[in-house]
């Protein structure tokens, strides 16, 4: 029933901007934390941004801060990550996911960011 879909996602050089998004359905959007993750090949998956039902609380792991901003719009059911300044050690899946941590929840099926020159 609870379905996240993602989408955005491309390949860009190094200094270039994404933004992603992810469509919510099958659940009380407006009253779930939403976050985003990402997963590298051979390495965990890890945070990279966290954000309250009502928008006014976000979270940012330090390897994005200022480089990165999580948004939401509830009257759409839709998540963005604006993503700035992208490095290659960014590249990786990127995962939209209900609730803060990384138990538990509901997951997307992840879009693909790739940075390279």
């Known amino acids: 029933q609870v379905q996240l879909v993602e989408s955005g996602g491309g390949l860009v050089q190094p200094g270039g901007s994404l933004r992603l998004s992810c469509a919510a359905s099958?659940?009380?959007?407006?009253?779930?934390?939403m976050s985003w993750y990402r997963q590298a090949p051979g390495e965990k998956r890890e945070l990279v941004a966290s954000?309250?039902?009502?928008?006014?609380?976000?979270t940012y792991a330090d390897s994005v801060k200022g480089r990165f901003t999580i948004s939401r719009d509830n009257g759409k059911n839709t998540v963005y990550l604006q993503m700035n300044s992208l490095k290659p050690e960014d590249t990786a899946v990127y995962y939209c996911?209900?609730?803060?941590?990384?138990?538990?929840?509901?997951w997307g099926q992840g879009t693909q960011v790739t940075v390279s020159t």
């Open positions: 099958g659940f009380a959007f407006s009253a779930a934390f």
């Open positions: 996911k209900t609730g803060l941590a990384a138990t538990g929840g509901f």
């Open positions: 954000i309250a039902g009502g928008g006014a609380v976000t």
